[in-house]
């Protein structure tokens, strides 16, 4: 066998499974003593070119609770046509349609290399996607053009069935009608009256007040002609709506002096979501919120509209002094878990220069699958391109994206599943593999992520439940089975299937072979994750001392100054957005949001990752850093002033312009893919732009420390924040002292 | 004013009543029938020319024979006037009288028709005056029902005799007594009446039946008719023989005709027949002509007495009269010759009778009167006092007789006037009967004179105070000269009157007209007489051409200068003091400093030096530019804003409204109001249609298409846009067309039947809120709302309820919403305007709520199509948005120290006991104010008001409108009964009652306002004339039309719904009512009646018009009648071919179309001529009034009659005749 090294990339690849431990200790006493869980990335929809969907419905175990799905791990009676399920042991028979299985012709599902295959199932009509688009029109007049053209452009991206429509707010909702011609029709509502999702619909027309019988239940979804008039296919009101959002006017009501504008973000969420739910439930859709601003009127107001009461801080938060906080976190739950339940998601676009309310929107995203985009301006690369990049395809020609996936958890006997970390929603689906012990989103072994892209990924987490002195599980291992059913892009509904076993190890005679199967990042991502989670739910310094106790024997100290845990110079809604991208990517883009990558680029030789340090900064270098939400090119100084003084411009200079470019190239590639886009930044030493750079690297060298003060390596970072060799002494002195 | 009272015989129009009554209903009825029978008969010959003339001529024979009548009704009167002592005595005076009655009677059965003219070359002159007296008896005979009881006394003595005396018999008993004051004046006719006596009892119970009848339907009237016709056949010939068996039958039969008159009326046979002969009844008066002969002989005996009495009681007087005819001949000869022709005519000569009376009995009152008016006086004189006194009154006519033969003193003084006035009268009369085709059959009649005389008992509808007449004569004694406004307490001409007024220091009448124009000094008077003290206020009146608008007085910065104390604003009752540097204010004396850049010395007479350079110092109404302390919230208004709502459910889709008000609004937005028509109107405007959602509009210029907003949460309205929903016309008018082009499209296939209404009207407020604006709104609206929403209603509609005690609720909203609403719209100035369609009930009352508290206007399409009534609707939304509105309004009366404005009429809200707020004023809205006294005036002071309005101008200007009136006060109750002007008093009456209606039983409503009107009259009986019998029913010369008026009143739809009136006109009349001015009121109450085939195509004069009656209706001849509502061509079967080629193009009757709503444009004098008329009344009238097309016997004539108001209305209100007998008796009741 390979090195672990091997199989953890070999297992990534082909299973998109990232596990914490890759030998798991067969008691539950050895696995608590290991302090990190074990417990794996999964990326669900993990891109696998070389696998193509096979066309039929998968096999399933025939016992009640279990319906595992046949993979290659179950043992298989050729002659008798019967396999038994690896999980709970159930014999089961082959429909008829396997009657001409034999060793030699075997199912793909009982292949070993397709230990994760997809399955496309026949389940109802197609339903085209839908995009329900919900527009802020408190903008600037810059801001609100910029918008507007985004959003045309985003028509031609569109798939040309899909269902398209479109909600502004402002002080009031209007819900456009796309199917008329001539006058440009909209329903109105008022942004401060909440209304019942009935009221709603009734409201818009969407179903008979009067019926009896079929009072309260929505409309059947393909009852078009109610719901058309909202939802219209795009190939044919394109030109329409193209006018439509061409005409669209800024908020026409007057904003005194010293007022926000009144922003009906709450009531505009809960029509939309209202809308969809009344037409298309249990439909692959997206509502997508372009806000320039926090709601200020209304049910989910977020800050009054006096300008002198600025939006909450964690300062306020902390005191608790943010008045409108829980009130307006319980309302977009209520909403979330409103679009979870039929499986619509919720993109937030923010863009604006002071917080926009994502600390209370963000679990429409979160909770939903849904992206959260956060920018200065709607006239900026970011927001464009990002948005953009919402409707990137794959290299099949389709959607990154797919809908209303469930993801079902199945284990072995001596495994227990205690929960996921992601932008899912428990099912509550309880079962014989659920622990009690919750870890992230548990008590269920389902959960619904209603927006999937190739790299959502969620954190599970698992609880060995075997007793101390048992024997080492039967057949020596251990088997998750991960099934996700989902939208594809193209409408298909499809159904993924991977199924991974991991050996059983006996901690006590094989502690080093444990040791050796652990997989640090793995490890470190998925503890960030529980770090989060649980920042996220209680209180600020409880998370750090938690984390501290956990991962004292753990490298993580650009974890604890990230900003996914320290909310220190973020503001509220940062702290929302940075989580929330931290919790659902994969592990590369996790670790790198962790410990951020810095390239340098230098006349010496190649460019060459250099510690994230503050020795690293030196004149004559380039350095490209990699904080995920960033890119940050910062030229050293004498780098600077070469450049200043237009050496690149010379022919004889010609390698100093290529110096110059080789960064922008680099960088260019990672913004390329990236999603979403990261804020680009281009500053030099001295610059205040390089801001982001000093207070990401380890302050090595300060301006209180003996070390290198004043000297010609590296530049000094002012700051009283402890440097990587301060928090490695301190921790030195802690692990000694300390009798866990 | 000359006359200060009008004198009725109402006994003997009871009488005569009788007698008329059975005959009208024939003409109504079985006109025809009965009428051919006896046209041919005694009419025949006169009428022969063609069938229905004959009938026409009737009428005008009616005429002729109520004149006759006169001395009947002279008789009556005595018979009336006979009960009570005074009756005697006044006919010792009458005497004489009595003797002129006495020829007339004569006369009188010759008047009768035919009789007239062969009277005319001999005691012509008599039977002319006598005729008109038969005539008002004639008319009486409504009241007979009423006046039965009394009438049965009276006349059982002289009536006795003739059929009436079985009716009458009882009473007989007591005028038994009576009687032998008539036997004094006519012992021979008493004989008869002896008889008659013996008859009595049973004729009484005929009697009393007959009045029930009355009461309850005219239906029988053809019944009538034939009975009464053979009544009067076996009647007439003996009266005194048949009368007993006639009158059973005739009562039997009469009862269901309506009108115990006929019971009556067969009781008068004789007199009946002349009196139906005059209506259709005439004709029967021609079969009298037979019975004629037997009473010709009675009378041969008796001459002209005998037969008088023969006749009945009437008969009594008539002999009186006859020897009064003879005066008349002697004293007014020249009269006299001018009555033969009257004769023709009967109408007039009956006034001049009914004057004659009048003079007598008040001889004193009159004689001090007299003077003044005895050059007005003789006309108004006449129709004042009506003297149900018979002998006297008689004479009355005859009063150039009166003034030779009776000489009795207080007689002389008014001789001149009564002669003055005969002559007047006569001359008007003349124009009446000129009118009638009848004079012509009168000519015929003659022929049947014999029969004529025993007619002439009936009571005379020419006998009473026609309207017409005062009208024409103010036309003639006022309209000549312009009216100034510096006299105070002097009465403006009558709203039918077209004047010219110089403001001198008090308002127009066209701004303000008061119910008297000289005020009782104090409460007492005030209650004692009853007369209510009002004032109908016009605020922003639009005046004609050739008088100059309200100048604009502009006090600088420091605002318009006020009195300290009152807050009055400067006006001419300012007093001047100290050299100018201070003033008094008129209406609270407090004295206050004149700033400093006001000062100006005072010349000789200690006026302001530049007093007529200040419209403020010298003019009854000015306006006053403000300061911004005038302003809501101490900020200059925004311009206003119009907002048109449409509803564009399936209802209003499908009858076209959507279409029509679309395609109208994309022309009319560029006549919005403005102030100077140079300019662009400032008005922006806003669009919303609705079904049981809203849609609103963004009509912004810069959007290339309209865009729509739908707001469903109707629950909780709120306005969805600001930028973008009130344009300007001008900047968007692209998008606006778009839109209007749209709208009708958009909802084409509309299933949406259900509507909202309080919803819309909030969405309007919440516009003009936010917009920080007043304005109008403009709701276009079909059908109940009945979708769930705020204001939701439901169809309460439950005729069951008429009636009752419950019936009240109808008129009340039921929901307490639109009151809530309505506060609200005032307080933001929005004004509404409803515009409605309903198919079916939609419940006016209630959504009339908004419209009327905000000085709206609601108009009313029921059943609404396009091609018949689309013509109608546009013009009236057209001025509707053009007219001159000024918005968010408050209007506060000030006046006197010793009065108050106590009560306010008229569509707005008041918040406080003062101020009455208007969101919207316009040219049209009145507002009628009610004074009391809350201390004493003065008589050198008189009482002063100034009404002060504040309001924002159609431009956004903050302005104020004063208008100052001064009246007199009185301390004596004949100064007051002298000024009054009865047009406002009604028009005080009847908002006043529509207003009680809400709260009270409809019945209580009626007979307290019955009772008010008694307690008036009775007053005047009492205090101002002089003493006289009971029994003469005695009027204010300024109040001898309050009868008619207030009986049009109390039978109008609110007060007496007949049984096709749907609740929501009621409601919608009763609201409408409410904001009326005094012309309006008037012609709403009595229609104006033109008969064209009088119309002179040369002249730009009008045709003089007709007394509101059936009777006045010639078959030949085409009528139009407008109310200010509606207008009809009436046109009669047998219509003059070259009349009906002249106005339809097509000579045959039964080619005309009913159903059109305009006369085809034919290129002929006549039928140019009448367009322009139709045109000119149209525009006179603050609404359009559609054409409605009436043929003659068609199933629509009954909707027409509805509008003769002085006849018998379906719905049971009584005809003029009647009511006056029974107001009469209501007098009488309080004297007593």
């Known amino acids: 066998m390979a090195t672990y090294q091997e199989f953890i990339q070999q297992n990534e690849d082909r299973d998109g499974v990232r596990c914490s431990w890759n030998l798991w200790p067969s008691s539950r006493l050895e696995a608590t003593r290991l302090v990190v869980p074990v417990s794996c990335l999964y990326t669900p929809l993990k891109e696998r070119p070389d696998l193509p969907p096979v066309q039929y419905e998968p096999v399933l175990c025939s016992r009640a609770n279990c319906k595992a799905v046949l993979n290659p791990l179950c043992q298989v009676d050729f002659r008798a046509k019967i396999w038994a399920c690896n999980f709970c042991f159930q014999r089961n028979s082959f429909p008829p349609s396997y009657a001409g299985i034999s060793e030699v012709n075997q199912p793909a599902e009982l292949m070993p290399q397709f230990s994760t295959i997809e399955y496309i199932v026949q389940r109802g009509p197609p339903t085209p996607l839908i995009f329900l688009y919900v527009v802020d029109t408190c903008l600037e007049e810059e801001d609100l053009q ?69 009072q309260g239940k929505p409309l059947a979804p393909h009852d078009a002609a109610a719901s058309c008039r909202f939802l219209q296919p795009v190939e044919a009101v394109d030109m329409n709506l193209t006018d439509l959002l061409g005409e669209l006017q800024r908020d026409p009501w007057p904003v005194p002096q010293g007022k926000r504008p009144l922003r009906s973000t709450g009531i505009a969420l809960s029509i939309a979501i209202g809308l969809l739910e009344g037409t298309f439930p249990n439909t692959g859709a997206r509502v997508m919120l372009f806000t320039g601003g926090p709601p200020t009127q209304g049910p989910g107001m977020v800050v009054g509209d006096e300008l002198k009461t600025p939006i909450r801080s964690w300062h306020d938060i902390q005191k608790d002094n943010a008045r409108h906080l829980k009130k307006a976190t319980k309302y977009y739950e209520a909403l979330a878990n409103r679009a979870a339940v039929n499986g619509h998601s919720v993109d937030i676009y923010a863009c604006a220069l002071d917080q926009t309310g994502l600390l209370e929107i963000k679990c429409l995203s979160n909770l939903t699958g849904g992206h959260i985009v956060m920018g200065d301006s709607f006239n900026t690369s970011l927001f464009k391109q990002t948005f953009q990049r919402v409707f990137s395809k794959d290299y ?73 002195n048992a024997p080492v599980p039967q057949g020596g291992r251990g088997a998750i ?185 680099d960088a260019q590639e990672i913004l390329q893919t990236r999603f979403p886009m990261p804020r680009y930044i281009d500053t030099e030493h001295g610059g205040s732009q390089a801001r982001f750079l000093l207070s990401k690297v380890n302050p090595s060298q300060t301006h209180n420390n003996l070390y290198a003060w004043g000297q010609e390596s590296g530049a000094p970072i002012l700051t009283d924040d402890v440097s990587l060799q301060v928090f490695m002494d301190h921790l030195k002195k802690l692990a000694v002292s300390s009798s866990a | 004013m000359e006359n200060e009272h009008v004198y009725l015989q109402v006994r003997d129009e009871l009488r005569m009543n009788v007698n008329q009554q059975p005959h009208m209903a024939t003409p109504y009825g079985q006109p025809q029938p009965g009428y051919q029978g006896y046209p041919q008969p005694g009419y025949g010959g006169d009428h022969v020319p063609s069938g229905y003339p004959a009938q026409y001529a009737p009428y005008n024979g009616p005429g002729s024979a109520y004149q006759q009548g006169p001395p009947q009704g002279t008789r009556g009167p005595p018979t009336s006037g006979a009960p009570p002592v005074s009756g005697a005595q006044n006919y010792s005076q009458f005497g004489q009288g009595e003797n002129q009655n006495g020829p007339p009677p004569m006369g009188a059965p010759p008047q009768r028709p035919p009789v007239s003219q062969p009277y005319t070359p001999g005691a012509v002159n008599l039977p002319g005056p006598q005729h008109p007296y038969g005539q008002r008896f004639g008319a009486p005979p409504v009241s007979m029902q009423h006046m039965t009881n009394q009438m049965a006394s009276m006349q059982v003595g002289s009536t006795a005799p003739s059929p009436a005396g079985p009716g009458y018999a009882p009473p007989s008993v007591s005028q038994a007594a009576v009687s032998a004051p008539y036997t004094t004046s006519a012992p021979p006719t008493f004989t008869p009446p002896t008889t008659a006596t013996s008859q009595p009892p049973p004729t009484e119970a005929l009697a009393q039946a007959p009045p029930h009848s009355y009461y309850g339907a005219l239906p029988p009237v053809q019944q009538p008719f034939q009975n009464a016709v053979p009544t009067f056949s076996s009647a007439g010939p003996t009266q005194p023989q048949a009368p007993p068996p006639v009158s059973p039958q005739s009562f039997p039969q009469a009862p269901p005709i309506s009108q115990p008159p006929f019971s009556t009326a067969q009781v008068h046979p004789g007199p009946t027949q002349s009196y139906r002969g005059p209506l259709p009844s005439t004709q029967s008066s021609f079969p009298r002509p037979p019975h004629p002969t037997s009473q010709p002989s009675a009378f041969p005996a008796g001459p002209p007495p005998t037969s008088i009495p023969s006749q009945l009681p009437g008969v009594m007087q008539p002999q009186p009269p006859v020897s009064q005819p003879s005066p008349y001949h002697s004293g007014p000869p020249t009269t006299s010759t001018g009555f033969p022709p009257q004769v023709g005519a009967p109408p007039r000569p009956s006034f001049p009778g009914m004057q004659g009376p009048p003079m007598a009995s008040q001889g004193p009152p009159m004689a001090s009167q007299g003077p003044p008016m005895a050059s007005q006086g003789p006309p108004m004189a006449q129709a004042n006092h009506i003297l149900p006194t018979q002998p006297g009154m008689p004479p009355g006519p005859i009063n150039a007789s009166l003034s030779g033969p009776p000489p009795q003193p207080g007689m002389q003084g008014y001789p001149p006037q009564q002669n003055g006035a005969f002559g007047q009268v006569r001359g008007p009369q003349p124009g009446y009967t000129g009118p009638y085709p009848g004079q012509p059959n009168y000519g015929a009649p003659p022929a049947a004179p014999a029969s004529a005389p025993a007619a002439p008992k009936r009571l005379d509808p020419d006998s009473i105070p026609s309207p017409i007449q005062v009208i024409e004569d103010d036309k003639a004694n006022k309209g000549s000269e312009p009216f100034t406004t510096g006299v105070r307490g002097q009465a403006p001409p009558l709203v039918t009157t077209k004047f010219q007024v110089k403001d001198q220091g008090n308002a127009s009448p066209r701004y303000i007209r008061c119910t008297a124009y000289n005020m009782p000094c104090n409460s007492d008077m005030a209650k004692q007489s009853q007369v209510p003290l009002a004032a109908v206020i016009k605020p922003l009146a639009p005046l004609p051409p050739d008088e100059t608008p309200p100048y604009l007085v502009d006090h600088g910065e420091s605002g318009p200068i006020r009195c300290n104390r009152c807050k009055a604003y400067m006006c001419p009752y300012m007093q001047f003091i100290e050299g100018g540097r201070r003033f008094q204010c008129g209406f609270c004396n407090c004295v206050t400093e004149v700033p400093p850049n006001y000062f100006q010395h005072l010349d000789h007479t200690g006026k302001r030096v530049d007093c007529y350079d200040r419209p403020e110092l010298s003019m009854g109404s000015y306006d006053f530019m403000t300061t911004v302390d005038y302003c809501k919230n101490n900020k200059f208004p925004q311009p206003p804003a119009f907002i048109f709502l449409i509803d564009v459910s399936y209802n209003a889709v499908k009858n076209g409204t959507v279409g029509i008000v679309c395609q109208e609004l994309k022309t009319l937005l560029d006549y919005l109001p403005r102030e100077n028509p140079d300019v662009e109107s400032n008005i922006r405007v806003g669009f919303v249609t609705y079904n049981k959602v809203l849609h609103f509009y963004n009509v912004k210029a810069s959007l290339a298409q309209p865009q729509m907003m739908v707001v469903s949460d109707v629950a909780d309205m709120f306005v969805p846009l600001l930028d973008g929903f009130l344009v300007s016309v001008s900047e968007s008018r692209v998008v606006i067309e778009s839109l209007l082009d749209q709208i009708p499209e958009m909802f084409a296939d509309t299933r949406e039947t259900e509507t909202v209404f309080g919803p819309v009207i909030q969405a309007g407020l919440e516009a003009l809120k936010a917009a920080d604006c007043a304005g109008k709104l403009f709701v276009f609206h079909s059908s109940l709302p009945i979708a769930e929403a705020p204001g939701k209603l439901k169809n309460r509609e439950d005729k069951k309820l008429v009636g009752t005690d419950k019936e009240k609720t109808l008129f009340q909203p039921q929901v307490s919403f639109y009151n809530t609403l309505a506060k609200e719209c005032v307080a933001q100035g929005c004004c509404v305007d409803l515009f409605l369609f309903p198919n ?393």
């Not at chain 1, 050996?503 to 998925?526: G, K, R, T």
């Not at chain 2, 010793?898 to 406080?912: E, H, K, P, Q, V």
């Not at chain 2, 507002?927 to 159609?954: I, N, P, W």
């Open chain 1, 396 to 468: 099949n020609g389709e959607f990154r994206m797919a809908f209303g996936g469930t993801l079902e958890v199945k284990t072995s006997r001596e495994l227990k599943v205690s929960g996921a970390i992601g932008p899912c929603v428990s099912l509550n689906t309880k079962g014989p593999c659920v622990s009690d012990n919750e870890m992230g989103v548990g008590g269920t072994c389902q959960w619904k992520i209603c927006s999937l892209t190739p790299a959502t990924t969620l954190a599970l987490y698992f609880e060995v439940v075997n007793q101390h």
């Open chain 1, 481 to 665: 089975q991960f099934v996700t059913q989902y939208q594809h892009s193209n409408t298909q509904r499809r159904i993924r299937v991977t199924t991974i076993a991991r050996n059983w190890a006996d901690a006590q005679s094989q502690i080093q072979h444990i040791e050796s199967s652990f997989d640090q990042e793995a490890s470190a991502v998925l503890m960030a994750r529980l770090g989060v989670f649980k920042a996220e739910s209680e209180e600020g310094p409880d998370v750090l001392r938690w984390l501290d106790r956990q991962l004292i024997r753990l490298f993580m100290f650009h974890l604890r100054r990230s900003p996914f845990l320290q909310v220190f110079n973020n503001s509220p809604d940062e702290s929302s957005y940075y989580r929330h991208h931290f919790v659902r990517q994969d592990l590369t883009q996790s670790l790198i949001m962790i410990q951020p990558i810095l390239y340098s680029y230098s006349f010496y030789g190649p460019p060459e990752p250099v510690l994230l340090d503050s020795s690293s900064i030196l004149p004559d270098r380039i350095l490209l850093m990699d904080t995920f939400f960033q890119l940050v090119i910062y030229h050293g100084e004498t780098i600077a002033q070469w450049r200043k003084a237009g050496y690149q411009e010379m022919a004889e200079y010609e390698n100093f312009k290529q110096l110059l470019q080789a960064p922008l190239d």
């Open chain 1, 146 to 214: 910029a918008l507007k053209e985004s959003l045309q452009m985003s028509l031609s991206l569109l798939p040309p069935n899909a269902l398209v429509g479109l909600i502004t707010f402002g002080r009031i909702i209007q819900v456009h009608e796309l199917s008329c011609e001539g006058i440009a029709k909209s329903f109105v509502f008022r942004g401060t009256k909440e209304l019942t999702p009935k009221q709603i619909q009734e409201m818009l027309g969407l179903m008979k007040p009067a019926t009896s019988g079929q």
């Open chain 2, 840 to 1232: 079916q009930y939609v419940d006016v009352a209630t959504l009339g709520v908004v419209p009327t508290s905000t000085g709206g206007s609601i108009y009313k399409y029921t059943y609404f199509q396009a091609p018949s009534d689309q013509e109608r609707f546009l013009n009236d939304l057209r001025r509707d948005v053009q007219k001159q509105v000024g918005f968010d309004a408050v209007m506060r009366v000030r006046t006197s120290t010793g009065i108050r404005a106590t009560d306010f009429f008229g569509a707005f809200y008041m918040s406080n006991t003062t101020d009455v707020e208007l969101a919207g004023l316009d040219c049209d809205k009145t507002v009628t104010v009610e004074f009391r006294h809350d201390d004493k005036l003065s008589e050198e002071t008189g009482a002063l008001m100034q009404c002060a309005v504040l309001y924002t101008s159609c431009s956004g200007q903050r302005r104020l409108r004063i208008h100052n009136m001064a009246v007199n006060c009185c301390s004596q109750l004949a100064d007051l009964y002298r000024n009054c002007e009865t047009d406002t008093i009604i028009n005080f009456f009847a908002k006043y009652a529509y207003r009680s209606v809400l709260s009270s039983p409809t019945k209580n409503v009626r007979d307290s306002l019955v009772n008010q009107c008694a307690q008036i009259l009775a007053c005047y009986r009492k205090n101002c004339a002089s003493p006289s019998s009971a029994g003469q029913l005695i009027l204010p010369e300024c109040m001898k039309l309050l009868p008619v008026y207030l009986n049009c009143v109390l039978k109008s739809d609110v007060l007496q719904p007949g049984a096709d009136v749907s609740l929501d006109d009621r409601a919608y009349l009763r609201q409408l009512v409410s904001t009326m001015d005094v012309a309006e009121s008037h012609v709403f109450f009595y229609p104006h009646l033109l008969p064209l085939q009088k119309l002179d195509v040369e002249s730009m004069a009008l045709p003089m018009a007709v007394r509101d009656s059936e009777e006045r209706l010639s078959r030949g001849g085409v009528y139009l009648l407008e109310n200010g509502l509606n207008i009809f061509l009436w046109v009669g079967v047998s219509a003059q071919q070259e009349l009906l080629q002249n106005i339809f193009g097509t000579p045959a009757f039964s080619q005309i179309d009913p159903n059109m709503t305009s006369l085809p444009a034919l290129d002929n004098p006549f039928s140019k001529r009448l367009r322009e008329i139709i045109e000119s009344v149209r525009a006179q009238r603050s609404r359009y009034m559609k054409l409605m097309v009436v043929k003659q016997e068609d199933k629509l004539e009954l909707i027409f009659k509805h509008f003769l108001v002085e006849d018998k209305s379906n719905s049971g209100g009584a005809s003029y005749v009647d009511f006056l007998c029974h107001m009469h008796k209501e007098i009488r009741q309080l004297l007593s």
